[in-house]
């Protein structure tokens, strides 16, 4: 079963920066698309930014210019560097890594747990 842990969420001002990792543990054949989503209070999980396994990025509106995605496909680790934050920007984060765990052809979604990133307006 593989699993994945986050890193890096916390308390930061307007203006800060934060980092955010996520790495996959387990049983790993291939690893797809990783992706980082959000969930503020009351609001629905939407998408952050998501890179493919050839390394094209995909980012919401929201977070272009200010957010990086990278992956390190050695380390089954995908990170989201946090530039400029806004209060807006405050919600749980959660990794997702489509993961191929056999041989067969068939592809899961895995989830972190969420990291809460915090900025205060």
């Known amino acids: 079963q593989v699993q994945l842990v986050e890193s890096g969420g916390g308390l930061v001002q307007a203006g800060g920066s934060l980092r955010l990792s996520c790495a996959a543990s387990?049983?790993?054949?291939?690893?797809?698309?990783m992706g980082w989503y959000r969930q503020a209070p009351g609001k629905q999980r939407e998408l952050v930014a998501i890179m493919t396994s050839d390394g094209s990025p995909n980012y919401a509106d929201s977070v272009k210019g200010r957010f990086t995605i990278s992956r390190d496909n050695a380390k089954n680790t995908v990170h989201l560097q946090m530039n400029s934050l806004k209060p807006e920007d405050s919600a749980v984060y959660y990794c997702k890594q489509v993961v191929r765990q056999t041989p067969r052809y068939v592809y899961d979604e895995v989830w972190g747990q969420g990291t809460l990133v915090t900025v205060p307006s």
């Open positions: 387990g049983t790993i054949v291939s690893i797809n698309a």
